[in-house]
C-alpha cells in the first residue's frame, strides 16, 4: 500500500501540482487535494504508471510564477513567485501565513544588484527522508525528512545573470538558501547586502541580543524581549512567540563556511520586516566569492508549543554529514579547570606568586579529577605571553612554550596515567595570523603528547586587522582551526567563537563553545553578575543552535573565597540556589561540562555527588514544561543507558511543577534521588540549602518539583 509519503518521496512532485497557494482553510493546501488525484492505495503497476505520469506531467508543465513546495507532513507550505519582477518565498502554516512575500537578493560592490528584473526559468524537486546517528549529542538518532524545491530565475536584461533559490521544508521548519552557479555574466563577486526579507505576518514578542551596539562582546550579553515591531539590529537564533502564545519561531542560519554570519534589522517603525545584515570585514564588504557559490541555509524553526522548539535539529539537518572516517575518540566529558581562580582574582594567567599553571597545582587538580571521575582538567594561562595586558598583546601569545613552572610533557603524562585529559587552552586575544602561524606545529605537538582536547579563546570585537569577529575572514578562521583540530584528533571547545550553525554534524570534533554570557560573568560582571532569569532564556534562545560551555557548578555561590577573604557585598555573585547549579547539567546541553568552582568548594559537599553522577551524553530530550524567561524543566535519558535526569530551572519566582514522569518506560521502577532547594532557599539570602532525598517512582508518578526564587531541582532516575 502507498501512502502519500511514499508518493512523495519517492517522486518528488510533478511541476504541475507546485502551485501552491495560500488557502484559508486550515491543513488543507492545494497540494494536498491534487496528490490526492494519484490512485495510492492501488497496486505497484498501477504505481509505476503514476510515477510515469508525473515525470510526464513534470516535464512538460509550463513554467509558472509561482511555485511552492510543502513539509511532508503538508502543515509547512513555501510559496516562491516573481513579484515586481523580484524573486520572493512566503511561508505558511496550515494555510496560515507566518512570512508574507519577501524578496530575496544581493547587492554587489561594482556590479548592479541581483534582484530586480527576474523570471523564474527552470524549477525542479527532490524528496529525502533518511535516519541519521550523531556520534554524541542531545538525541542519538535524527531524522533527515524534506521536501525540495529549487527555482533558478534568470534577469530579463541583457547581463541575464542567474541565481537558484533552494528551499527545504521540514516538519519542524524550513530552510533556504541562494546558489549562484557559474556563469560568463558572474565570476568573482563582493557581496555588500545580502537583501533578504523575513516579512512577519505577526507582531510576535522576540527574545534578542543585539548586533550593533555598543560593541558585539562576542554574544555576551543579556537578553531583551518584545514586539518585533520594536527591534533594531539583532543576532540570531532569534525567538519568536507569535500572538496567539502557541507559535513558536526561530530564525537562523545553517552551515556557514565561507561566508559571513548574518544579522537581522528591524526598522524600529510599526513596520514587522526583518531584513538580512552580514557581518563586514576590513573595508566593508562582507563577502568576496566566485561562482559556483552556495549561501549558508537560512532556517525558519517552526513549533506549535514552546516545549517542542528543543532539541532543535532543523540547523544539523542542513549540514554535510559526518566528514571524519573514525569518531570513536570523540568522547564527552565532565572536566575541571585552572579556571575560576582567575576570574575571581585568587590566581594569575600571568607569571608571578600567584600563578595558577604551576605543576603542583595542576597535579592536585588532576588528582581531584580521577578521584571524582570527571573526564578532564583544563589549564588556563601554562603558556608564555600572559605577562602585561594580555587582550592588547593578541601577537605575543605561543602555544607551544609554556612557562618555567609548567611542564607540558611531565604534566600530559601524568593525566593520562591517571585517566584524565589535560585539556590545552589556545587563547588568541583575535591574533588570528599570530594562531595560524602555529597551528600545525601547536596541534602537532599536543598530538605527539596524546593531548586530544582544546579550549581556545577569542577575546576581541574586531581582529587585528579590523574585521569584525563575524566576518567572513573569521568564518574561515574558525573552519581552519575544526579541520586542522580534526586532523590532528583533537576536539574543540571555543570561546568568544562563531555562532553555532549545525558544524558538528560534519566535524564531530567541534564539541562546544561559549557565545552568551555564561557562568564567568557572577565572578567580575559590572553589573553584578547573570540575573536569576538568564538561563531560562538561554535555553530557548542560544541554546537552540546548539551545545554552550556555560560552565555551571558553582558552589560558593557568594564567591566568599575571593583574594581578601568574604567578598563585599557590592560584588558580582552568583544569582541562583546551589541546587539550580545542579539543574544546570541538565538544562544547559553541552558534551564537555564543567566542574567550575574550585576544588575545595566541593570538599565535604554531599550535593557533589549529583556532579559526579550526571551524564554528558542523551539518547533523548523531553522538554516538560516551559515559560521562556521563567521556567524550564527538561528530561534526558543518558546515551546507551537506562537512567534519566531531570533538571528544572526557575527565576526569580519560586514555582512548583506538577510533572508526570510519564517518559519513564511504563512497569519499571525506579528510584529518583533529588536535590532540591532545602527550607527557606533563596538565591538573594539563602541559596545554599539543599535537600537530598530518594523516593520510589515509575511512569505513573506524578513530581511535585519545588523551586525556591531563584532556585532549581536536579533529579537523577535510575531503574531500581
Ligand atoms: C574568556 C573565556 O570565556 C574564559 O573562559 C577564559 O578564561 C578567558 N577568556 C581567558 O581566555
Ligand atoms: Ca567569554
Not at 525558519?300 to 532543535?312: C, G
Not at 592588547?392 to 600530559?412: I, M, Q, V, W
Not at 579563546?457 to 579590523?466: K, P, Q, S
Request: proline share 7%; charged share 25%; with cysteine.
Amino acid at each position: 500500500m502507498f501512502g502519500a509519503t511514499a508518493v512523495r518521496r519517492k517522486v518528488g512532485w510533478p511541476k504541475a501540482a507546485g502551485g501552491l497557494t495560500f488557502s484559508r482553510s486550515p491543513a488543507t493546501p492545494v497540494i494536498r487535494l491534487q496528490l490526492q488525484e494519484f490512485p495510492m492505495r492501488r497496486s505497484p503497476a498501477r504505481f509505476v504508471t503514476c510515477l510515469a505520469m508525473a515525470a510526464l506531467v513534470a516535464a512538460t508543465a509550463p513554467l509558472r510564477a509561482q511555485v511552492g513546495v510543502a513539509s511532508p507532513d503538508g502543515r509547512n507550505q513555501v510559496m516562491v513567485e516573481i513579484r515586481d519582477g523580484r524573486l520572493t518565498y512566503g511561508l505558511a502554516r496550515d494555510g496560515r501565513p507566518l512570512i508574507l512575500p519577501s524578496s530575496l537578493g544581493f547587492d554587489f560592490r561594482n556590479a548592479q544588484p541581483l534582484r530586480d528584473g527576474l523570471r523564474i526559468t527552470d524549477t525542479t524537486r527532490r524528496s529525502h527522508d533518511e535516519w541519521w546517528t550523531q556520534p554524541w549529542g542531545e538525541v542519538a538518532r535524527v531524522r533527515d525528512h524534506y521536501n525540495e524545491l529549487a527555482v533558478t530565475a534568470r534577469e530579463i536584461s541583457p547581463t541575464g545573470r542567474v541565481l537558484t533559490l533552494r528551499v527545504r521544508a521540514f516538519d519542524d521548519g524550513i530552510g533556504f538558501r541562494y546558489e549562484l552557479p557559474e556563469q560568463p555574466g558572474l565570476t568573482d563577486f563582493e557581496i555588500e547586502d545580502e537583501l533578504t526579507e523575513f516579512a512577519l505576518a505577526d507582531n510576535g514578542r522576540a527574545w534578542w541580543i543585539p548586533s550593533n551596539w555598543p560593541r558585539m562582546d562576542r554574544s555576551e550579553m543579556l537578553y531583551s524581549s518584545g514586539p518585533v515591531s520594536v527591534l533594531d539590529s539583532v543576532q540570531t537564533p532569534l525567538t519568536l512567540e507569535l500572538q496567539d502564545g502557541r507559535t513558536f519561531m526561530v530564525i537562523h542560519e545553517a552551515d556557514l563556511v565561507d561566508y559571513a554570519r548574518m544579522f537581522l534589522r528591524g526598522e524600529r517603525t510599526e513596520s514587522r520586516m526583518l531584513t538580512s545584515a552580514l557581518a563586514p570585514m576590513a573595508g566593508g564588504v562582507k563577502v568576496r566569492g566566485r561562482t559556483p557559490f552556495a549561501s549558508p541555509w537560512r532556517t525558519i524553526q517552526v513549533a506549535d508549543s514552546l516545549t517542542r522548539l528543543a532539541p532543535s535539529l532543523l540547523g544539523l539537518n542542513l549540514n554535510p554529514p559526518n566528514a571524519l572516517v573514525a569518531t570513536d575518540w570523540i568522547e564527552p566529558m565532565k572536566y575541571i579547570g585552572i579556571w575560576w581562580g582567575m576570574h575571581i582574582g585568587t590566581m594569575t594567567w600571568g607569571s608571578g606568586p600567584e600563578h595558577g599553571a604551576t605543576n603542583e597545582n595542576t597535579r592536585r587538580y588532576i588528582d581531584f579529577a580521577a578521584a571524582n571521575g570527571l573526564g578532564g582538567v583544563l589549564v588556563e594561562g601554562w603558556n608564555t605571553g600572559w605577562d602585561g595586558d594580555w587582550i592588547k598583546n593578541r601577537n605575543a601569545f605561543s602555544f607551544t612554550e609554556a612557562y618555567p613552572d609548567y611542564d607540558l610533557g611531565a604534566l600530559a603524562a601524568y593525566a593520562k596515567e591517571k585517566g584524565v585529559k589535560l585539556i590545552v587552552h589556545n587563547e588568541t586575544s583575535g591574533g588570528i595570523q599570530n594562531y595560524e602561524r602555529q597551528l600545525d606545529s601547536a596541534f602537532a605537538l599536543y598530538q605527539s603528547l596524546g593531548l586530544d582536547a582544546i579550549k581556545s579563546g577569542y577575546v576581541t570585537d574586531t581582529t587585528a586587522e579590523g574585521h569584525s569577529h563575524y566576518s567572513q575572514f573569521m568564518v574561515r578562521h574558525y573552519r581552519k582551526v575544526i579541520e586542522a583540530a580534526a586532523k590532528h584528533g583533537i576536539m574543540l571547545d571555543v570561546h568568544e567563537p562563531m555562532h553555532d550553525t549545525g558544524e558538528r554534524r560534519t566535524y564531530p570534533n567541534m564539541m562546544t563553545r561559549e557565545g552568551a554570557r555564561g557562568q564567568e560573568y557572577n565572578a567580575w560582571s559590572g553589573d553584578g553578575g547573570n540575573p536569576p532569569e538568564h538561563e531560562t532564556i538561554l535555553f530557548f534562545t542560544r541554546l537552540l543552535a546548539g551545545p554552550m560551555d556555560f560552565t555551571p557548578g558553582v558552589f560558593d555561590i557568594l564567591i566568599e573565597r575571593g583574594p581578601d577573604g568574604r567578598r563585599r557585598p557590592d560584588q558580582p555573585r552568583v544569582r541562583t540556589t546551589l541546587a539550580k547549579q545542579l539543574a544546570l547539567y541538565v538544562a544547559i546541553y553541552s558534551p564537555m561540562q564543567m566542574a567550575a568552582d574550585l576544588p575545595e568548594s566541593y570538599e565535604r559537599q554531599p550535593a557533589f555527588q549529583f556532579i559526579r553522577d550526571v551524564a554528558v551524553d542523551w539518547d533523548t530530550t523531553r522538554v516538560l514544561d516551559a515559560r521562556i524567561g521563567d521556567y524550564v524543566a527538561v528530561a534526558r535519558r543518558e546515551r546507551g543507558g537506562q537512567t534519566w535526569f531531570l533538571g528544572a530551572i526557575t527565576d526569580e519566582q519560586g514555582r512548583t511543577l506538577d510533572l508526570p514522569l510519564s517518559f519513564l518506560t511504563p512497569g519499571r521502577r525506579y528510584v529518583a534521588e533529588i536535590y532540591a532547594d532545602g527550607p527557606k532557599a533563596h538565591w538573594l539570602d539563602n541559596p545554599l540549602p539543599v535537600t537530598i532525598t530518594r523516593r520510589p517512582v515509575t511512569s505513573a508518578t506524578r513530581l511535585r518539583v519545588v523551586m525556591a526564587p531563584g532556585g532549581g531541582q536536579a533529579i537523577r532516575i535510575r531503574p531500581r
